[in-house]
């Protein structure tokens, strides 16, 4: 089907397209969306009248651009180049300051760069100045409804949008006014433009300044605009905004998809951690009735395997006792290793340390978690603080003014910002130089579990198991490190627990301030743990990656299609400024 417009001898009305309802959003069908299929549809693509390029090519003769303009390329017959000063009756900026009565409410909006988005005015997070100071800035840059509003400075740049707005309101300098002249130039036309790549290649290419780029005025109203017929600009505004709306329908199908598979994974997640995603190991053996079993169906179809229920599977207090042994010997060893009569010889008795050996502290049992407001766990489980399962360790320190005693050299070592919530994020990694004992004492191994300490809020917490990836790395100090103490611990199980359920408790133990959070090492310490049996855990790990692993390929075929569908805006509005997107 042509998206081609008719003309009829009407144009639409200006401003910006209504936003139109997702024909059944957030009934079952959305839901069920599937990323190729949406696929297919971003693949019809931008649909229009093609022309050839000769065609584009062709300007008329009666079309005339400004004397000693650098044309880069021809335009459609009846176009023109024109300067922004010619075809806007007026170029002006904001407010050359930042007033300090600024609230949270009041009666005159002060709109700066942070508002001004390319589908319009973002008011969620406006200041509001008193009558007496919007005055003053409305007399420089008096804004009304239908005028374009364009970033002329910092990083934002080159985004344009129109005003939609019937009242007064304020504006910063890091915005400019554009006022189209309303008989030559259509505003969404303008503004599409400078959206375009072209336009936004154009004005941004002009920017001066060092630390903070801008467009000064002088730039702006001297820069070049194409200037179609007026009749002609509307049609062409009336067909992007069709074929954007077909776009963002297709988009917004996307979004939930993404939606659905982000609750999917914390489904899965949760289930893990709560002994309901696979057969527990109580269930196997006939000790407790499988889900969707009653008992009496289980007494006459499993008898005669209650009398052997415990024999055939480790129970998580069972590994537990054995974590715990293993976590003795291993700090009798640590204790005694720096004494050359020790010479690393672990106790024969467990609680004993060999006669002559210093000890320099004494050992410390882990305490028990507080399980009164724990959810309850599957039979075979057993709760545990982390303090019990692992060593935990803090990272380096990182000081410029270090002074090292020993030779030093430099050495990988991990960030917050490597430390991502169900992944390593190597994309930037940094290194430090210390000591060859201290790259030693911290250096990762396979299966360390790793949490941040803080900062922003969602990085409280943080974390994921270290595989190896580099063949040498260390960690910073706001990079806990906890090693477990045997081997059937699995360390991902413990990682999917503190990034899902842990993470109420790093916010409950955690220290706020404004906007930033922390935890001790202390704290972490105390984090509660479900064990369930070795087996268990072996298969609970199985499931959770072959699930998250078809997650991981939907999201990977959602990313690439929200990318084609970015591509697309662009190629859409690229064709309507060469005469291509209508006859």
């Known amino acids: 089907m042509s998206a081609r417009v008719k003309a009829v001898g009407r144009v639409p009305p200006r401003g910006e397209r209504s936003k139109l309802k997702t024909a059944g959003s957030g009934g079952a069908a959305d839901n069920a969306t599937r990323p190729t299929a949406v696929g297919r549809l971003l693949s019809t693509g931008v649909q229009g009248k093609e022309r050839s390029d000769a065609a584009l090519g062709n300007e008329s003769a009666k079309a005339s651009s400004p004397e000693g303009v650098k044309q880069t390329r021809g335009l459609p ?6 300067r922004m000063s010619e075809v806007c009756s007026r170029v002006q900026d904001g407010a050359h300051f930042s007033p300090k009565e600024q609230t949270r409410t009041g009666d005159f909006k002060y709109i700066t760069a942070k508002n001004i988005k390319h589908w319009g005015l973002d008011l969620s997070d406006v200041t509001y100045v008193p009558e007496r100071v919007h005055l003053e800035i409305y007399k420089r840059c008096n804004v009304e409804k239908g005028d374009v509003l364009y970033i002329k400075d910092g990083v934002t740049t080159g985004i344009a949008t129109v005003n939609t707005l019937d009242e007064e309101f304020s504006l910063l300098s890091s915005v400019a006014l554009l006022k189209p002249q309303r008989d030559i130039l259509d505003s969404l036309f303008l503004k599409y433009y400078l959206n375009s790549p072209e336009g936004f290649r154009n004005m941004t290419g002009q ?57 999917y994974r914390a489904a899965v997640l949760k289930a893990a951690c709560e002994g309901r995603l696979v057969l527990t ?41 054995r974590i715990l042994a293993e976590r003795r010997k291993n700090w009798e060893k640590n204790a005694g290793s720096g004494d050359p009569a020790y010479n690393g010889t672990i106790a024969q008795d467990v609680g004993r340390v060999p006669r002559g050996v210093r000890v320099r502290r004494q050992y410390k049992d882990s305490a028990a978690p507080d399980t009164a407001n724990l959810p ?49 994020d190597l994309t930037e990694v940094k290194e430090i130089v210390t000591t060859e004992d201290e790259i030693q004492e911290l250096a990762l191994k396979s299966g360390d579990i790793l949490f941040n300490e803080g900062g922003d809020r969602d990085k409280l917490g943080r974390g994921w198991v270290w595989n190896g990836e580099l063949p040498e790395c260390i960690h910073q100090n706001h990079v806990f490190r906890a090693r477990l103490q045997v081997a059937e611990m699995n360390p991902q199980l413990v990682s999917w627990y503190a990034n899902t359920f842990g993470q109420k408790f790093f916010f409950d133990e955690g220290k706020h301030t404004t906007n930033l959070a922390s935890i001790t090492m202390a704290k972490l310490k105390g984090l509660p743990v479900p064990i369930p049996p070795p087996a268990e855990q072996t298969r609970i790990v199985a499931e959770v990656e072959r699930r998250l692993s078809v997650v991981e390929e939907l999201e990977a075929v959602v990313s690439a299609n929200l990318q084609r569908a970015t591509g697309l805006r662009q190629s859409i509005l690229q064709k309507a400024f060469t005469g291509g997107l209508t006859s």
């Open 207 to 263: 920017m001066t300044g060092t630390a903070i780029k801008r467009l000064i005025l002088q730039k702006i109203k001297a820069a070049v605009v194409p200037v179609a017929p007026l009749p002609k600009q509307q049609r062409i505004v009336a067909e992007i905004e069709k074929q954007f709306t077909r776009l963002e329908a297709g988009v917004a199908a996307l979004r939930r998809v993404q939606a659905n598979l982000k609750r």
């Open 281 to 321: 190991e109580a269930e196997l053996v006939g000790r407790v009735p499988p889900r969707g079993v009653g008992r009496s169906q289980m007494k006459s179809t499993a008898s005669g395997q209650a009398s052997n229920s415990d024999a055939g599977y480790e129970t998580g207090e069972q590994l537990l006792k």
């Open 376 to 424: 309850t766990l599957p039979e075979g489980w057993k709760w545990a603080t982390l303090d019990a399962l692992a060593e935990i360790k803090g990272g380096i320190t990182k000081d410029q003014n270090r002074q090292h005693t020993a030779s030093a050299r430099p050495v990988p070592y991990l960030r917050v910002a490597n430390v991502q919530r169900g992944y390593i």
């Open 77 to 82: 017959s009846g176009w023109r180049w024109a």
